[in-house]
Structure formats: structure tokens, C-alpha cells
């Protein structure tokens, strides 16, 4: 199984860019990176996906290094409301498994 | 459109009672999974069914069943509730196919399940 590893939490201010980054060094050729957002009550969230390069859509960025043992998460101009838990997952066909996330907190 | 459907949202039981967590998923995915989220701990796979009528044991799977009744429904069993399996259970589905894109997963909104 790719285990991942990130940081356990961040701390940032509302308008700044708030980049996550992931360690997957044990990553799988078919497997593709995710990011999910949970908040408090809820469950998790998908945000985005990427297998590598750059990826983009209307809420976040995914940059993956060539070799694919690292990505980085990067949300632009956060808000109050961007305070969660985000997690990286490698998915793959006999991945599975969640790491413990990176709590970010964003102040005023 | 409701995606995961997990009932009850919220259950206290007495040690040694047994109850059944309900998921139903309406989104035609193959695939469908039981987490259980402690503090501190992440998401931990208890089990998945991989497409109607196979389940599989995921990380922490003992003291639980499970029954992938149809496309749509996997339930979570609990035989004889202790404390440590008190909670926040999430139900997930995933359109999992061989050779595609996975565009990731669908999560319920969660069951606080407490165990006294």
C-alpha cells in the first residue's frame, strides 16, 4: 500500500496561497493522487485528482514532480472557510487507505 | 440527487448490543466502503465491496460484518457492541474502473455512533 505523509497541520491568513505538500515515495504506476477537504460533521470532500504535471480546476491546483513521489496542494487566496482537514490519497487498485491529514487553519 | 446515504446519523448503544448502519448509494457506483474516523487517527478502512456480491476486510475490520445487499446498499454490522468501537462511521462510493480515470470518492455524511 503507498503510504503518504504530510504535515500534520498549517496555519496561514485569509487572501494568502496555501500550498500542502504530500509524500508518496512508494507510489504505484497505475495509481492516480487525490486530495479530499473535510470539514467538522462531515465527510471528506473530493477537490482534485491528477496522475502528474499540473492540474487545475475552479477551487485548487496539483503539481506532480516527474517522478511522482511527492504533490503539492495549492489553494489560492484562502478564505475563513477554508479551515479543514485536507487529505492525500493514492488511488489505486489495492490502495485504500486515508492518512491522518493536515489541519489548516486560516485566521483574519 | 442524493449520493451516500448513511443512516441513523447518530446512535448511542449499551455494550453488548448489536445494531446495523445502513449506506445506500444512488449513483451507480461499483464500489462501496466502510471507514471509521477516531481523533487523531485519519480514516481507517474497516471494509469495501469491490462490485455486487464480493466484500473484502479493509484495516480494522474485526468485530464488524458487513452485506453488500445490491448495487446500491452496503451495510455495516455491529455483532456485540464494545467501547472501543465508538466512532464516526463514513460510508464511501467509488466509480472504480480497471483502465479508466477514477474521478475519487463519494462520502456519506457520517454516523456518531457511542458505545457505554
Known amino acids: 500500500l503507498a503510504k503518504t505523509t504530510q504535515p500534520i497541520s498549517m496555519d496561514s491568513y485569509e487572501g494568502q496561497e496555501v500550498n500542502i505538500t504530500c509524500s508518496h515515495n512508494?507510489?504505484?504506476?497505475?495509481?492516480?493522487i487525490t486530495w479530499y477537504q473535510q470539514f467538522p460533521s462531515q465527510g471528506p470532500r473530493f477537490i482534485i485528482q491528477?496522475?502528474?504535471t499540473k492540474v487545475t480546476n475552479e477551487v485548487a491546483s496539483l503539481f506532480i514532480p516527474a517522478d511522482r513521489k511527492s504533490s503539492t496542494l495549492s489553494l489560492p487566496r484562502v478564505s475563513l472557510s477554508d479551515t479543514a482537514v485536507y487529505y492525500c490519497?493514492?488511488?489505486?487498485?489495492?490502495?485504500?487507505?486515508f492518512g491522518k491529514g493536515t489541519m489548516l487553519l486560516v485566521s483574519p | 440527487n442524493a449520493g451516500v446515504t448513511q443512516t441513523p446519523k447518530f446512535q448511542v448503544l449499551k455494550t453488548g448490543q448489536s445494531m446495523t448502519l445502513q449506506c445506500a448509494q444512488d449513483?451507480?457506483?461499483?464500489?462501496m466502503y466502510w471507514y471509521r474516523q477516531d481523533p487523531g487517527m485519519g480514516l481507517r478502512l474497516i471494509y469495501y465491496?469491490?462490485?455486487?456480491?464480493?466484500?473484502d476486510k479493509g484495516e480494522v475490520p474485526n468485530g464488524y460484518n458487513v452485506s453488500r445487499l445490491n448495487k446500491r446498499e452496503f451495510s455495516l454490522r455491529l455483532e456485540s457492541a464494545a467501547p472501543s468501537q465508538t466512532s464516526v462511521y463514513f460510508c464511501?462510493?467509488?466509480?472504480?474502473?480497471?483502465?479508466?480515470?477514477?474521478?475519487?470518492?463519494?462520502f456519506g455524511s457520517g454516523t456518531r455512533l457511542t458505545v457505554v
Open positions: 490519497l493514492v488511488e489505486g487498485y489495492s490502495t485504500l487507505t
Open positions: 512508494n507510489i504505484a504506476t497505475n495509481d492516480y
Open positions: 491528477g496522475y502528474k
Open positions: 449513483m451507480n457506483h461499483n464500489s
Open positions: 465491496s469491490a462490485s455486487e456480491g464480493t466484500t
Open positions: 464511501a462510493s467509488n466509480s472504480r474502473d480497471r483502465g479508466r480515470f477514477n474521478y475519487g470518492y463519494t
